[in-house]
């Protein structure tokens, strides 16, 4: 069975949140001061830590053991542990892509009048906000007008501008960025040492690379790893992270440079009954086509740089 090391090593303090450095630094000191937002909008790619500070934010919060001036939960009172299992009543997640959201919201509007249940602050956070329907986002919105002191929001999305923009002037907003290549691998690095287990520094290269800024996708990625065993060679990684080889990427460039819509065609079909995504294949195309422009510009200006970042 493949490991979920993005569920088992999820960060459990601000601390061990990678990057996001502005986001971390704007929240700590809000809730070390005690002067917090009561609807915050997190924006950014997947996979970036958007719903682990949400839950942070929740945590500490609720927090029986953190003292004025500090912002750390401690990970061990009873509120603590229960966000941790998820079973806390008074954090309520709400995934508006999976339920457009008018019954939770409404559920919400409801549950809003009440305080909290054994905790200071009930906290909401709606996932994939920019997905409720209009009149959850309606609901919502009268919600956000007036929100009670004891509720706190974490909106969080990954398509910022299907948000209304009302909902959006009515929160303190945060754009979440790309993790970069050196962080996620350092990461990885580091959940391979807590695993007992060894890595070639090459296929963490893969890893971080193929992440492309996601450190979910990486985490994911290198549990399919370990499940392969200590056996493993460079080319089962390739072939279960789904890499296409450079000569094929390169072989449909030139086609499609050349207008050669045949062996387009052929060349494709070849691609998709070696069984591979398609769409994972246009990625890697894209990537190829950038990376190729990169390298002209950078022979052009005669600094010979060709990184593909
Ligand atoms: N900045 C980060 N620092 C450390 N770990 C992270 C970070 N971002 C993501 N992770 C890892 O990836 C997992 C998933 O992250 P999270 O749920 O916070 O992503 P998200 O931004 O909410 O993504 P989505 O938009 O898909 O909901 C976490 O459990 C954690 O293991
Ligand atoms: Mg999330
Ligand atoms: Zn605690």
Not at 225 to 238: H, P, S
Not at 248 to 262: I, M, N, Q, V
């Amino acid at each position: 069975m493949a490991l979920v090391l993005y569920r088992k090593y999820r960060p459990a303090s601000f601390k061990d949140v990678v990057g996001q450095e502005h986001v971390v630094r704007t929240l700590t000191s809000a809730i070390a001061a005690n002067d917090f937002a009561h609807s915050y909008l997190f924006t950014g790619p997947r996979g970036t830590g958007k719903t682990t500070l949400a839950r942070l934010i929740a945590k500490s919060l609720n927090c029986q053991n953190r003292k004025n001036g500090e912002y750390e939960p401690c990970n061990k009172c009873v509120s603590c542990d229960e966000i941790a299992r998820g079973v806390a009543i008074d954090l309520i997640e709400i995934d508006a892509a999976s339920n457009r959201g008018i019954d939770e919201i409404r559920a919400l509007k409801e549950g809003i009048r009440f305080g909290p249940t054994h905790s200071k602050y009930k906290v909401f956070i709606v996932d994939e906000v920019h997905m409720l329907t209009k009149e959850a986002f309606n609901a919502l919105l009268k919600t956000l007008e007036e929100p009670p002191a004891h509720a706190v929001f974490v909106l969080a999305t990954t398509e910022i501008q299907k948000v209304l923009p009302t909902i959006v002037s009515r929160s303190q907003r945060f754009d979440f960025r790309r993790l970069r290549h050196g962080e996620i691998k350092k990461r990885l690095e580091a959940l391979a040492k807590r695993e007992e287990k060894s890595v070639e520094p090459r296929i963490l290269d893969v890893i971080s690379t193929k992440a492309d800024g996601s450190i979910r996708d990486a985490e994911s990625m290198l549990g399919q790893i370990f499940a392969l065993g200590n056996e493993a060679t460079m080319e089962d990684i390739e072939f279960l992270l789904g890499a296409v080889d450079l000569g094929t990427l390169h072989a449909l460039f030139e086609h499609l440079a050349a207008g050669k819509k045949p062996e387009i065609f052929t060349l494709m079909n070849a691609i998709k009954e070696q069984g591979a995504d398609l769409e994972e294949f246009l990625r890697h195309l894209l990537r190829y086509v950038r990376w190729m422009m990169n390298s002209r510009i950078a022979d052009r200006n005669g600094d010979g740089r060709a990184d593909g970042a």
